[in-house]
C-alpha cells in the first residue's frame, strides 16, 4: 500500500470516528505516557522509605537522649533525698551542713556548686568552705518557691548560679522536720554534662531542643532564639509533654519538617529532634526532578496534541456560533448544514432543532406575557415595581395603583416613592432595614397617605432581586388595602383592653381582701396579737427547724391571776382592757423578730421563743413581770383597775425527731399549773437543773423547778 493511500485510510477512520472517540484516543496516551514514565522511576515510594527511615531515626535520637538525661536527673533526685535525710543537714547547724555539701561536690563532679537555704530565701551554707552570703536570696527562684508551697523536688530551667555566675540546672529538695519544710538543698549541675547528650545528635542539618513543661525552649541550637517559631509545631510539643514518644512531618511544604521527640520523666521536660525535610531528602529530591523532567516531555507532547485537535474542532463550532449570533439577533430562520456524522454534526442537528424550539417559545411566551399583563391590569391589589431601596420610587405600576392612592395618571405617581407615601417614620425605616437584610417583606403593615393625605392601612409584600455583582436589578412589590380589615380589629383591640383592665382591678380587689381575710384568720380580735390558729402554725414550723439545726426552743405559758375575780368585780369592759394592757406588755418585752406573743386562750397567753434556752426564757419572763408590777403606778385608772399579776410557765428543749410540739405545750402548761398552785405571781420551770436545755418533756410533774419565792421588786 503506498503512502498516499495510507493516508487517505487513516483520514477516512479518522474522519468517521466520533469526537468521543478521538479525544479518547488521545487522553489515553497523554495519560498513560506520563504514569508509565512515573511508575518506571518509582520516586513516590522511594521517598516515603527515605522519609520513615529519616524520623525513626530521629525519634531514636530523642529516646537515647531523653533517657540519658533521666537517669542523670534521677541520680541526682536521689542522692539530693538522701542527703536531704541527713541529720547533719536536718540539724539547721550551717558548719554541720556545709561539710556535708562539701563531700557532696567532691563526689559527683558534675555538680557545680550546693547551698542550703532557710524558708525566707536566706542562704545558709555553702560547700565551698566560705561563710554563707547574707546578701544572697532565692526567693525570685520559681524551683525555690514551687519546694516551700509542694514540699517536693523542683528542677529548674538553665540559670546562672548565685554564688558562681556559673550557667547550669538547679535541683532543689526539701529539708523536712517531720511533714514542715525547715530547708533546702540546691544543688547545680554543670551544663557541659547536659550539652554532652546532645551535642553528638547536633548536625548541620539537624537540631536538638530541650523544653520544659511550660512549653519553654530551655536549650536550642545557636542562632535560634525564638524556638521552634513554627505554629504547626504546637501539637507536637503538645503530645511530648504529655509523656509521650513518636515523630511527626509538619512546616508549610517549602519548609517540611521531621522532629522525633520524647519525655523526659523525672524533670517533665521534652526533647524534640528535628531536621529540614530537603536536607534528609537531597535523594528523593535528584529522583523528583528527573521525573519532572519526563512529565514535562509528556507535557509538551500532549500541548501539541491539543492544539491540532482544538484545530479540528474550532471550524464547524466556529460556524454554529456564527448560526447563534444570527438567531440572537433575531433570525430564526437560521441553519446549520451538517457535514458529518460525528458529534459536531449531532450539534448541529440539534442546534437546528433548538432553533425551531425557540421560534416556538418565543410565541408561547408573548401569549403568556399578553395574558398576565391582562392579570396584572384588573387586579384591584396594587403591584408596581422599583429600582432602588432608599426610596422605593414607582417606576411601573397597574391600575389598581391609582385607584388606591387616588391619582389620576400614573405620571403623578411616579413623583411619589413608597417612603413619601408611609406616615410614619420608624415603620418606614423598619421596612427598608428587613429589605436590606432578608431582600424580602411579607404582609408588612404600614399607614399610607392618598393624594389627599388620607390615611390607608395596607398590607405590603417586597421582593428584592440582585445582580451577581450585588446590584440591584430590581425592588417588586403588592400593596393591598386592609383598611376596613385595621379599624376593625382596633375596636376588638380597645374593647379586649377595656376588659381586661376590669379584669385586672377586680384581681387586685380580691387579692387584697383575700390578704386582709388571712390577717384577720391569724390575729386574736381582742387584743390584736396572733391566735391559737396562728400559735399552732408557728410552733409546728419552729419545732421543725429546731430539729433539723439542733437548737434549742423555748414556750412561756402565762396565766393572768385572779382575772376570773378583776372580771367580776371591774366588769366586762375592765376584763377586756386588762387583757389589751397584758398583750401589749408581752408584745413590748419579747424584742427579737422571731419570737411570737400569741392569746392562747381566755386569759392564758403564750410565747414562742426560737433559738432561746431555758436561761433566756427565763429572762424574758422577768422582764414581763418587772413590766407588769410597775405598769400600775405608770399607767390611768381607765387601763387597770389595780395591779394584775402573772403566773408562768417556762419549757425549753432541744427537739428529737421522735418527740411532737405538744409534748412541750404540755411540760410548759404543768409548770404553769405548779406555778398556779405555789401561790400565783411566780415563774415555775420545767425540767431539772440550772441552766438545762436538753429534753424535759415527761408525761408527770417530775423536774418541775419553781422559783418559791413570788415576784417582788423589794
Not at 495519560?31 to 522519609?51: G, N
Not at 391582562?374 to 420610587?393: K, N, P
Amino acid at each position: 500500500m503506498s503512502r498516499e493511500r495510507l493516508a487517505n485510510c487513516i483520514r477516512t477512520r479518522w474522519g468517521n470516528l466520533g469526537l468521543r472517540q478521538k479525544l479518547g484516543i488521545l487522553l489515553v496516551v497523554l495519560t498513560v505516557l506520563p504514569v508509565v514514565l512515573t511508575t518506571f522511576v518509582i520516586w513516590q515510594p522511594y521517598e516515603e522509605a527515605m522519609k520513615q527511615s529519616v524520623v525513626v531515626h530521629n525519634q531514636g535520637i530523642a529516646e537515647q537522649i531523653a533517657d540519658d538525661m533521666d537517669w542523670m536527673f534521677a541520680e541526682k533526685l536521689r542522692v539530693l533525698q538522701l542527703a536531704a535525710s541527713n541529720e547533719d543537714l536536718r540539724s539547721l547547724d550551717p558548719g554541720r551542713q556545709a561539710s556535708v555539701l562539701q563531700r557532696l561536690v567532691a563526689r559527683y563532679p558534675d555538680i557545680q556548686l550546693a547551698v542550703t537555704v532557710d524558708p525566707a530565701g536566706r542562704q545558709v551554707a555553702r560547700w565551698d568552705g566560705k561563710a554563707a552570703d547574707p546578701s544572697l536570696q532565692y526567693l525570685d527562684r520559681q524551683y525555690f518557691y514551687d519546694v516551700i508551697h509542694t514540699g517536693t523536688s523542683a528542677i529548674s530551667e538553665p540559670v546562672l548560679a548565685k554564688s558562681t555566675g556559673e550557667p547550669g540546672i538547679a535541683i532543689a529538695e526539701p529539708i523536712k522536720a517531720g511533714e514542715t519544710v525547715v530547708g533546702l538543698i540546691v544543688v547545680n549541675v554543670a551544663m557541659d554534662k547536659l550539652l554532652r547528650y546532645i551535642g553528638v545528635a547536633n548536625t548541620d542539618s539537624r537540631a536538638v531542643y530541650i523544653v520544659n513543661a511550660a512549653g519553654k525552649f530551655l536549650l536550642q541550637p545557636e542562632g535560634q532564639a525564638g524556638g521552634m517559631a513554627d505554629a504547626a509545631a504546637l501539637p507536637l510539643l503538645r503530645q511530648a509533654l504529655k509523656g509521650q514518644s513518636g515523630w511527626e512531618e509538619y512546616g508549610a511544604p517549602a519548609k517540611r519538617q521531621f522532629a522525633g521527640y520524647s519525655y523526659v520523666p523525672s524533670t517533665g521536660w521534652a526533647v524534640i529532634v528535628q531536621q529540614p525535610a530537603e536536607a534528609a531528602l537531597v535523594e528523593v529530591t535528584a529522583v523528583r526532578q528527573r521525573g519532572l523532567l519526563l512529565v514535562l516531555g509528556a507535557a509538551v507532547l500532549a500541548a501539541l496534541a491539543s492544539l491540532w485537535l482544538a484545530a479540528a474542532m474550532t471550524r464547524p463550532i466556529a460556524t454554529i456560533a456564527a448560526a447563534a449570533n444570527a438567531i440572537a439577533q433575531g433570525d430564526m430562520s437560521r441553519k446549520v448544514a451538517s457535514t458529518s456524522c460525528d458529534e459536531i454534526g449531532l450539534l448541529a442537528v440539534a442546534f437546528n432543532h433548538m432553533t425551531d424550539e425557540l421560534s416556538k417559545r418565543e410565541t408561547q411566551l408573548k401569549e403568556s406575557e399578553d395574558k398576565y399583563r391582562s392579570l396584572v391590569e384588573h387586579l384591584h391589589v396594587g403591584i408596581f415595581r422599583s429600582g432602588d431601596l432608599e426610596e422605593i420610587r414607582f417606576r411601573q405600576i397597574n391600575p389598581a395603583m391609582l385607584t388606591l392612592f387616588d391619582c389620576s395618571s400614573a405620571a403623578e405617581l411616579y413623583e411619589l416613592s413608597l417612603r413619601r407615601l408611609c406616615v410614619e417614620a420608624k415603620e418606614w425605616a423598619k421596612l427598608r432595614t428587613e429589605l436590606k437584610r432578608n431582600g424580602f417583606v411579607r404582609n408588612c403593615e404600614l399607614l399610607l397617605r392618598r393624594r389627599d393625605d388620607e390615611g390607608l392601612w395596607c398590607s405590603v409584600s417586597i421582593t428584592v432581586r440582585y445582580a451577581a455583582d450585588g446590584q440591584i436589578l430590581w425592588v417588586d412589590g403588592v400593596v393591598a388595602d386592609v383598611t376596613e380589615r385595621k379599624e376593625a380589629e382596633q375596636v376588638r383591640q380597645l374593647a379586649h383592653d377595656e376588659l381586661e383592665s376590669q379584669v385586672n382591678q377586680r384581681t387586685e380587689e380580691l387579692v387584697r381582701l383575700n390578704d386582709e381575710l388571712r390577717r384577720i384568720s391569724f390575729l386574736d380580735a381582742l387584743t390584736g396579737i396572733a391566735n391559737r390558729r396562728y400559735f399552732d402554725e408557728v410552733l409546728e414550723r419552729e419545732w421543725q427547724r429546731a430539729v433539723r439545726q439542733k437548737t434549742p426552743l423555748a414556750l412561756i405559758m402565762l396565766d393572768v391571776d385572779y382575772f376570773k375575780i378583776y372580771n367580776d368585780t371591774y366588769g366586762h369592759l375592765a376584763g377586756d382592757s386588762c387583757l389589751h394592757f397584758v398583750a401589749e406588755a408581752l408584745e413590748t418585752t419579747t424584742k427579737r423578730a422571731t419570737d411570737l406573743v400569741a392569746r392562747y386562750g381566755g386569759e392564758e397567753f403564750a410565747i414562742i421563743l426560737p433559738e432561746t434556752d431555758e436561761a433566756g426564757a427565763l429572762a424574758v419572763g422577768e422582764r414581763i413581770q418587772d413590766f407588769i408590777h410597775r405598769a400600775k403606778d405608770e399607767l390611768p385608772a381607765s387601763v387597770l383597775q389595780t395591779a394584775i399579776t402573772v403566773s408562768m410557765g417556762i419549757a425549753a428543749a432541744i427537739p428529737r425527731l421522735s418527740q411532737q410540739p405538744s409534748e412541750l405545750i404540755a411540760a410548759a402548761d404543768r409548770a404553769l399549773y405548779e406555778a398556779k398552785q405555789a401561790g400565783r405571781n411566780r415563774i415555775v420551770l420545767a425540767g431539772g437543773g440550772e441552766g438545762h436545755t436538753g429534753s424535759m418533756l415527761t408525761d408527770d410533774n417530775k423536774g418541775l423547778r419553781k422559783i418559791d419565792q413570788p415576784y417582788s421588786l423589794d
